[in-house]
């Protein structure tokens, strides 16, 4: 699917990213990057005598490529305004190296801008997902869209 506008998209709306494999290299510099080198993640040593058994990625991590499937689906190519925040984001799983995640989204609701009529506001329900179909993590995230010019 190309870009699609405010006006194009329906409260129940659902879409599937393709998927990504984490890799080390991300957990390395998302590391470098955040300043985040909690053993948890850099250290195969610290990490094996863990709940986890092994390294994870760093949350924030998970967030920030769920982001970005997300806009692999091509929906927001020109039609994103702005990111306006997340509520209710919980880390359900860990994800580890190796993981192919995707994102699946849905639209939840939609609120028309009264003072500005060329814009809308959409909340999307994001789930993140490991090839098991594990929910790594989910939450809302709210993105301000475009109006179709010709609808306004």
Not at 93 to 105: N, Q, T, V
Not at 106 to 122: A, F, L, N
Request: net charge negative; with cysteine.
């Amino acid at each position: 699917m190309g870009a699609a506008y405010f006006d194009d998209l329906h409260v129940g709306d659902e879409f599937v990213s393709p998927t990504r494999t984490i890799t080390e290299t991300d957990i390395v510099v998302f590391s470098t990057m955040s300043g985040d080198m909690n053993p948890l993640h850099t250290s195969e040593a610290f990490a094996k005598e863990t709940i986890f058994g092994q390294r994870i990625a760093q949350g924030l991590l998970g967030i920030s490529i769920c982001h970005g499937l997300m806009t692999r689906v091509g929906i927001f190519d020109g039609s994103a305004l702005a990111f306006l925040g997340i509520k209710n984001w919980d880390f359900k799983a860990p994800i580890f190296i190796g993981d192919d995640i995707h994102a699946k989204f849905t639209i939840s609701m939609k609120i028309e801008s009264k003072t500005k009529k060329d814009r809308g506001i959409i909340h999307f329900f994001v789930q993140l997902l490991n090839e098991n179909g594990t929910i790594t993590q989910e939450g809302t995230k709210i993105i301000m869209m475009k109006r179709n010019k010709e609808t306004i």
